[in-house]
Nanobody
Framework: QVQLVESGGGLVQAGGSLRLSCAAS????????MGWYRRAPGKERELVAT????????SYADSVKGRFTISRVITTYTLYLQMDSLKPEDTAVYYC????????????????WGQGTQVTVSS
């Protein structure tokens, strides 16, 4: 069984910070690239950030670059998304995902998904 469980979402004021966490199985976490997606009503699903299996390669959507940081701690099988300088347009459900390979390419689709955690940024 593969489980991805997100936590850390909530309500914050614009300019504030949140850190999202994703707990994963050790087998998947150690061998697979992972990432964060988000979906807001009226908007297409957006790939926010990705990280390779080793943690050495990361990528970010232009909309969050410089504000969000993705990381992974192998010893605890946990993926993180540190979100700073939050804006109302960051409001969305955020999903943890695991990819089949060790590195994410532009056309890759996730193999596994978490159930999501709500992030709401007020004005």
């Amino acid at each position: 069984q593969v489980q991805l469980v997100e936590s850390g979402g909530g309500l914050v004021q614009a300019g504030g910070s949140l850190r999202l966490s994703c707990a994963a199985s050790g087998k998947i976490f150690s061998r697979n690239a992972m990432g964060w997606y988000r979906r807001a009503p009226g908007k297409e699903r957006e790939l926010v950030a990705t990280i390779s299996s080793s943690g050495g390669r990361t990528s970010y959507a232009d909309s969050v670059k410089g504000r969000f940081t993705i990381s992974r701690v192998i010893t605890t099988y946990t993926l993180y998304l540190q979100m700073d300088s939050l804006k109302p347009e960051d409001t969305a459900v955020y999903y943890c995902a695991a990819f089949r390979g060790s590195v994410v390419f532009s056309n890759d689709e996730p193999e596994y998904w978490g159930q999501g955690t709500q992030v709401t940024v007020s004005s």
